[in-house]
Every structure is written in C-alpha cells, then in structure tokens.
C-alpha cells in the first residue's frame, strides 16, 4: 500500500484532515475508533516512553520501533510522524525516513531548530540558518519515494516566519507547518504566502495558538490539523482521578461493565482484540 499517496489524498479532500497524537498502543487502539488518522507527536512519545519532556532526548530507534508496532496493529490508518530535526545529523535524518518508509509511516515532520531543541510551543527556541535547512530537507526529499514529507518552521518572529514559509512552500515537500502560530491572523498571513501548498496547523491543549475548530480551520484554509496530547492530557487527569477515588474508597475497586461504570478488564480485552481482528475480517473478540 502507498500510505503516503493515501494520506496526500486525503489532504487534498474538501475540509480540515484531523490527525490524533497517540503516545502508546493503548490510546491508539481507544482513538482507532474514532478517527482514521494518528499523529505520533515528541512531546507525546518523550513523556510516554522516557518520562520526560520534548527537548531531545528521542532516540531514532525508539520511535522508529513504535512506528513499527502501530502500523502492526494499524494497518489502514494514516501515521504521521514528528522526527524532530532528523536526529541533527542529514545523512541520519535520511536513514531515518528510509527507515520509517520500510515500516509503513505515511509521513514525517522535518523541523528547522538546532539544539538544544524544545516543544514547538515552548519559548527559547532555536533555528538553524535557513540555507542550511534547506540542504537537510533536499536530501531527505531526494531520500523517500512516496513517503508525505512536511516541512516545519520554529521561527518565532513575524518577517522570518513569513520568509521560511514562503521558502518551504517552494520545495518539494508536501506540507507547511509553521508551529506555535499566535493568531487567526497569522494563520491567515502564512496561507497566503505559502500559495496552493498544503498547510499544517498544530494545536496543543494550553500551548501558544488559539483553540479552533476543524470548521474555523477549513475557513481559514487549513489542510490539516495535528492534535498533539488530547489522549495523553486526558490520561493523565483520568488517572490522577481514578487513584483519588480509589485512596477515599479505601483500596475498594469501583463497579465495572454497568451503566456509567468504570473500564473493566473484558471491556479493555475487547479493545484490544480489535488490534487482532483488523487483520482477520470476521474474527470476534478474545472471550473473558
């Protein structure tokens, strides 16, 4: 299958392509059922997987072996995936792409920051000098074959952010991202010069861009919209909920399978089978 024509068909569809960050395989099979797209995000993958926060501590192999384990479990859905800055080095940034084209990622994210480097609506950020971006980019494009290539920008004031767009946009990559967009107004300043190329906006619960729906971003001609820790943000307050209740119930587990009760462990299991299953039209779920 061509995943990255797949999802460049489905940018060019009418409306604002949602795409979900996941941070491990259980809230990708909880997303699986709702959206068709997944976005594997560094500040996702970094706190899941590490404990830490986005500010390069990704291995390549860490994340290229989750790719792997989604598209295993995944098949049709589209994996887009944040690569940072290509692991510093281009002639790794390539390796990687190859890599994660062999496994079956629809896409990759490119970013221009130098190290150290931070979650794109972080402040302190760094940018390499355009030109040499740009090389890393040529040959990261030169390296795939139908693999989506986005390329992104962290410049953060506005003349340079308007000039790295309009360069990006004149490359062969696929899409433009400019993170940590501050405005509809900027928003509306970046499309006009990035012209007919796709363009990427991404939104992080309680980072620098305003909250928009997909509607308000078809309006604003946004292609597609990447939403970076819904699954992880909600997590995070469920558990902190969940382990608050159980310490004031006094170790007592609450009710499960009932009307309005908590996941139990044949609600979980029959999730999960779903991952078995999309490989086997027909089979049913792993009995409890």
Known sequence: MRYGQALRDEIAAEGTTPLIGVHDMYAASVAAGHYNGFFVSGFGFAASYYGLPDIGFIAWPDMAAFVERLRGAFPHHHLLVDIDDGYVDPEVACHVVQRLERTGASGVILEDQKRPRRCGHADGKLVLPLEEYLEKL?????????????????????????????????TEADVVLVDGVRSVDGIRRIRQVVGDKPLLFNQIAGGKSP??????????????AIYSTPCLFAAHRAMETALAELKYADGRLPAT???????????????LARNLSRHHPGRRAVPV
């Open 211 to 224: 909250r928009l729906s997909l509607t308000e971003l078809t309006a604003l001609g946004v292609d597609v």
């Open 257 to 271: 399978g009932e009307a309005g009760g908590e996941i139990g462990v044949r609600e979980a299991t029959e999730l």
């Open 138 to 170: 040529d040959l990261v494009l030169a390296s795939r074959t139908d693999l989506l290539v986005v390329a992104r920008t962290d410049a953060t004031e506005e003349d340079e952010i308007l000039r790295r767009a309009a360069a990006l946009a004149g």
